[in-house]
């Protein structure tokens, strides 16, 4: 195996990378080792042995890849050890971690080299992290901790198993019938109505409401997960220099779900323009299909900006008459036809839910174990304001190196 040294590993030298860098327990090394040998293979191979690990689960991909770079484990961020990666999101890629003094699992977002250091991505950024570590919802992602190392800016996020509603969407996709279940739909749509009308209280705009930026949790949730688009209460923190222009959003949106007045100002959308972007979520959930199928985006954008959108009926005949009316109002042009809050849109849906899910409690976490000592320490951490006031945490330049090459930057 060659590193990125251009030296060749053993299976000897495998094992103790492996082993010194807690990467997997020694006797779970012995027996992959054992099966290597026993197939005719030689100690000299190296990567192979990596590769054996991996079909055997022993080894994740991430840590395989550090492996053949010749990075020993642990791959650690600050205080966090990085054991796999998860999914890309708009301003950062998520990975899978966890705070080893604590023994608590998180998921880490780690955001690309160039963010601190350009004006405009600074304030997204800045933006994001505050609404991020303020949100306290079950159907928000909740935030932890903001970090840095070197020139990466992580934030350490509630441990995230499942997947985005975009892959669940598309998974539906390849099946006899396209839209997802009728309770599954209104139930997903109610609860990121509820974390949306929770946001909106909070002051904060999304203008980016997409499936790609909900998440739906392993035990069927929706929490929502990106907010580098968002305009909130705070944004007079930012430097008035730095407030995203409207050509940067335009190449930031996806006009599937791109409201009809975000073209026109984006600086003046209120909660109707993501209750816009949520209707155009619920029709691709309950139908399989996008509002405006067009594959030039700009005539999607003008399609959405002046187009009467199809009825919901027209692509699912077995819809309730009430939830087509109300994705009708959701997708009206005119941003005073629609439902003038997200918690009306979600009383709306509750009859088309099973009870269970309407009157089941979600704690804070939805179902997230925590450490209450991991917990304790969060709260002696300082707030910030911008990304300078981030403290900085130690961590082998390598690793950081090697973490956002990850990343696909």
């Known amino acids: 195996m060659m590193n990125s040294k251009g030296l060749r590993m053993n299976c000897d030298q495998v094992r103790q990378s492996v082993i010194d860098g807690r990467l997997m327990p020694a006797g779970a090394f012995g027996k992959a080792l054992s099966d290597w040998m026993a197939t005719n293979h030689t100690l000299s191979d190296g990567e192979g042995l990596v590769r054996l690990m991996v079909k055997q689960q022993l080894l994740t991909e991430f840590q395989a890849s550090g492996l053949l770079a010749g990075i020993p484990g642990p791959y650690r961020l600050g205080p966090y050890e990085v054991f796999d990666r998860v999914a890309a999101g708009r301003l950062g890629m998520l990975f899978r971690a966890r705070h080893p003094e604590f023994d608590q699992a998180v998921s880490l977002k780690i955001f690309p080299f160039d963010v601190s250091s350009d004006r405009e991505q600074a ?11 303020l949100a306290d919802h079950p159907n928000v992602v909740r935030t932890f ?3 840095r190392a070197g020139r990466m800016v992580y934030a350490a996020l509630e441990d ?4 985005t509603l975009a892959t669940r969407v598309k998974r539906e996709a390849s099946t006899a019938t396209p839209s997802l279940p009728l309770g599954e739909a209104c139930r997903l749509i109610r ?6 009308a929770y946001l909106h209280e909070m002051g904060v705009v999304l203008r980016d409401v997409q499936p790609a930026n909900l998440w739906v949790t392993s035990s069927g949730h929706i929490k929502i997960m990106e907010f580098g688009s968002a305009h909130d209460s705070l944004e007079f923190l930012d430097d008035a220099d730095s407030i995203p ?4 959003d335009e ?14 100002d984006d600086q003046s959308c209120d909660v109707r323009s993501d209750i816009y972007s949520l209707g155009c979520v619920a029709f691709l959930c ?3 299909r996008v509002v405006f199928a067009d594959k030039n985006p700009l005539r999607k954008m003008i399609r959405h900006a002046r187009d009467p ?20 109002k959701m997708l009206s042009k005119k941003p005073a036809d629609r439902p003038a809050t997200a918690s009306l849109v979600a009383a709306a849906l509750e009859p088309f839910c099973l009870a269970s899910d309407v009157n089941e409690e979600i704690n804070a976490l939805s179902g997230v174990e925590l450490r209450p000592n991991f917990l304790d320490w969060v709260g002696t951490l300082d707030a910030f304001e911008q990304i300078e006031e981030i403290p900085p945490t130690e961590t082998d330049p390598a690793v950081v190196d090697f973490i956002h090459s990850m990343t696909g930057e």
Not at 124 to 131: G, H, P, Q, S
Not at 160 to 163: C, F, K, V
């Open 160 to 163: 995230l198993q499942g997947e």
């Open 145 to 147: 901790q903001v970090g």
């Open 191 to 196: 609860e990121a109505s509820l974390g949306m």
């Open 251 to 264: 190449l930031r949106w996806n006009f599937d779900y791109v409201s009809p007045e975000q073209g026109d």
């Open 286 to 288: 309950l139908t399989g």
């Open 123 to 133: 304030a997204r950024l800045t933006r994001e992290l505050r609404i991020d570590v």
């Open 309 to 328: 959108a199809p009825s919901a009926k027209e692509f699912n005949s077995s819809l309730p008459q009430p939830v087509v009316e109300l994705l009708a």
């Open 245 to 248: 222009t409207d050509q940067a």
